[in-house]
């Protein structure tokens, strides 16, 4: 049972409306299942729109924001907001609070987060899920980066079993709180 999921995401809304209305969706799950939304802290684009929806259905959103970015944007009125020095501390204080993470559609900031979160797992820092909201197939293509990483040897093709994907957010996270995490030695040959 998850009390707390990291989520990252776009600070834009991208070009079709259906992103938003996949947020919206996965809000509502995550609220009707009790789960605490943790997240950048930011009001725009879709975690903006995430955390306003889990706000108006009366679920609890705590954001974690460095000061530059808390000095430039606006804020939603939010649950907790956990201001850090830089965005080191930001992702550190999100994995320390997170019962596991899951990615919907953003940038290169959301691949970044995605991208740290496995590294981490992968390494041993944590075994917690890590799920992919992939609406309309948004994330295929990377997916196929991560399939061929492991066809050319970069990295270990079972860890990629580690990775919890679906289109649905009821579905992922039910697949979460089933996760067993595969170890995988990244230094064993």
């Not at 409306?17 to 969706?25: A, F, G, I, N, Q």
């Not at 944007?73 to 997170?98: C, G, N, P, S």
């Not at 609406?135 to 399939?147: A, C, I, M, Q």
């Amino acid at each position: 049972m998850f009390n707390h999921i990291c989520v990252f995401c776009g600070s834009s809304f991208g070009t079709k409306p259906s992103y938003v209305k996949h947020v919206h969706s996965f809000a509502q799950t995550l609220v009707t299942r009790n789960i605490n939304l943790i997240y950048g802290g930011g009001n725009n684009g879709l975690m903006g729109e995430l955390a306003r929806y889990v706000l108006e259905k009366d679920g609890e959103v705590v954001g974690v924001i460095p000061k530059k970015i808390h000095e430039n944007v606006q804020h939603v009125e939010l649950t907790d907001l956990i201001i850090v020095d830089d965005m080191h501390q930001r992702k550190a204080k999100m994995y320390e609070l997170a019962d596991g993470f899951i990615t919907l559609p953003g940038g290169i900031g959301t691949i970044e987060e995605l991208a740290e979160s496995l590294t981490w797992q992968q390494i041993g820092y944590h075994q917690k899920p890590i799920g992919i909201l992939n609406p309309n197939g948004f994330y295929d293509k990377l997916l196929s980066l991560l399939e061929h990483m492991a066809d050319e040897g970069f990295l270990k093709a079972n860890f990629l079993e580690n990775i919890i994907i679906s289109e649905c957010p009821e579905e992922l996270l039910q697949k979460m709180e089933n996760f067993k995490p595969i170890y995988v030695n990244k230094w064993e040959s």
